[in-house]
Nanobody
Framework: QVQLVESGGGLVQAGGSMRLSCAAS????????MTWFRQAPGKEREFVGA????????SYADSVKGRFTISRDNAKNTVYLQMNSLKPEDTAVYYC????????????WGQGTQVTVSS
């Protein structure tokens, strides 16, 4: 069992930066690909990026590539989403999720944290 708790959201001006954290409980944190999603009001949830168990493999949505960076600290059971050059269209609730490797099974989800980017 893994519990995920996001933090670090809030209000930021366009062009600013913010770092989200996702703290995981449980001893099997390294078993999962950690993924960030976001959902804006009235829109479907969308993939933001993911990081493999060792941190050596990352992938990003085109909309955030070059601006967002995912990292993880397995010793702290935490995954991070560093967001730079934020745009108003990045406004959304951001969720972290734990995916079982080699599957599309997102076994665990956090409760989400709101990010609002003002223009």
């Amino acid at each position: 069992q893994v519990q995920l708790v996001e933090s670090g959201g809030g209000l930021v001006q366009a062009g600013g930066s913010m770092r989200l954290s996702c703290a995981a409980s449980g001893r099997t944190f390294t078993n999962y690909v950690m993924t960030w999603f976001r959902q804006a009001p009235g829109k479907e949830r969308e993939f933001v990026g993911a990081i493999g168990w060792s941190g050596g493999s990352t992938s990003y949505a085109d909309s955030v590539k070059g601006r967002f960076t995912i990292s993880r600290d397995n010793a702290k059971n935490t995954v991070y989403l560093q967001m730079n050059s934020l745009k108003p269209e990045d406004t959304a609730v951001y969720y972290c999720a734990a995916r079982v490797p080699a599957t599309m099974n997102y076994a665990y989800w956090g409760q989400g944290t709101q990010v609002t980017v003002s223009s």
